[in-house]
């Protein structure tokens, strides 16, 4: 068995090592003209499902290191002022596993091949019943299985379901990262909570790694390289629609929107790096109703783009990557055909992204009034 993976995010990475694993053969296109061609970092938190199925598409021999790259973590959730001071709580209390993007992507990369510059343009169900898919500046590429992991803009969605679109929220935000020092120890309280300003939330987060990553593979997993990075507070500031000046970087736009705020919150943004602070939407794609079965199917945002006030993106990309594995391995030991597999993955993904889409845009209100959610 033979399958195509069209991007090289968390979903498809981790789809191709859990296929590397059961011996399947896994090909992975990505359209950036390299690896490293846009940032894609900052922490996240997976939750007890989405670190088990990551967990599970890697080799047992770098659990150690995935271990010693997180950090456990716990946040109550307030609603703070801009004087950091409590008027209010989010919900119940969050608990999870955090990690760096980044860092997880450099994890799952070690050992694949991954053709980069290569767009895909569209595809064809071929008479055998495999699928070949056809690259701007590439040969063709012909598999028994096309997964589409190439994230909300999808061109393996454009062809396999038309119908279903992206709809933008209208909310923008600005995400940055600054470096974890003794200076901002004191905004313990405000990781994990919201600080409302007149109009936007500002959001924080705290990454410290139990062992510095390429620290960490040096000792336990040399043949895997990862980025050297230290502690950071990954922040980002939710706007109002329209509400991100043109004329201003990144920086500036949460700086314009902070006077008057604690001093220490307007520093910590006045030292983030401004090369990995940038202005992005919010937009999400619902899964509506099932293509007709064959050998393409989708992964991750292609089918379920969530809003990230959800926290749960990652998490059901990587629950898609390791069921589908487990799918397709049941498939190549003859314990059901091909199709049969993709269908049951397709059945049990549809009903969970959905829900994944509908809760975290449920969660959307409490930090951008105005969304547009119809």
Same mark, same amino acid.
């Given at each position: ?43 996240? !938190? ?39 001071? $409590?008027?209010?709580? @989010? ?19 070690? #050992? ?75 905004? /313990?309280?405000?990781? #994990? ?6 109009? !936007? /939330?500002?959001?924080? #987060? ?26 950071? !507070? ?13 004329? @201003?970087?990144?920086?500036?736009? !949460? ?14 943004? $006045? ?35 969530? /809003? ?37 993955? $397709? ?12 809760? /975290? ?14």
């Amino acid at each position: 068995m033979r399958v195509s993976i069209v991007g090289a995010g968390l979903g498809g990475l981790a789809l191709a090592q859990g296929l590397r694993g059961a011996g399947i053969e896994a090909d992975v296109f990505e359209r950036d003209p390299g690896i490293a061609a846009r940032f894609q970092g900052y922490r996240l !938190v997976l939750d007890p499902i989405g670190f088990q199925a990551v967990r599970d598409c890697l080799p047992t021999r770098w659990h150690p290191l995935l271990d010693e790259i997180v950090m456990d973590a716990s946040a109550e959730q307030l609603i703070l002022d801009p004087q950091l001071n $409590e008027i209010g709580r @989010l919900g119940a209390g969050r608990t999870g596993i955090v990690v760096d993007r980044q860092v997880l992507r450099h994890l799952l990369l070690t #050992g694949l091949t991954v053709h980069t510059d290569a767009a895909l343009t569209g595809y064809d169900v071929l008479a055998d019943g495999n699928v070949q898919a056809q690259f701007a500046r590439r040969d063709p590429a012909t598999a028994d299985l096309l997964v589409g992991a190439d994230g909300v803009t999808s061109a393996v969605r454009e062809v396999l379901s038309p119908q279903t679109t992206p709809t933008d929220t209208g909310v923008r935000f600005v995400i940055g990262r600054t470096p974890l020092t003794d200076e901002f120890a004191g905004l /313990s309280k405000a990781y #994990g909570s919201k600080i409302a300003g007149d109009g !936007v /939330s500002l959001l924080l #987060g705290a990454m410290r790694f139990r062992t510095p990553p390429k620290q960490a593979a040096e000792q336990l997993a040399p043949e895997v390289t990862l980025p050297d990075i230290g502690d950071y !507070v990954r922040w980002a500031m939710i706007l109002p629609p329209n509400g991100s000046p043109e004329n @201003l970087t990144a920086q500036d736009t !949460v700086l314009s929107r902070m006077e008057g705020w604690h001093p220490r919150l307007r520093t910590l943004i $006045e030292q983030a790096d401004p090369d990995n602070s940038t202005l992005l939407s919010i937009r999400v794609v619902r899964p509506g109703e099932r293509w007709a079965s064959g050998p393409v199917t989708l992964l991750g945002d292609a089918i379920h783009a969530t /809003s990230p006030t959800g926290g749960n993106g990652a998490n059901t990309a990587l629950r898609d990557a390791d069921l589908l594995r487990r799918c397709l391995i049941e498939a190549r030991e003859g314990r059901q055909d091909l199709l049969s597999a993709v269908d049951d993955y $397709e059945r049990q993904m549809f009903e969970y992204g959905a829900e994944a889409v509908r809760s /975290s845009l449920e969660k959307l209100p409490a930090f951008a009034p105005e969304a547009k959610l119809s």
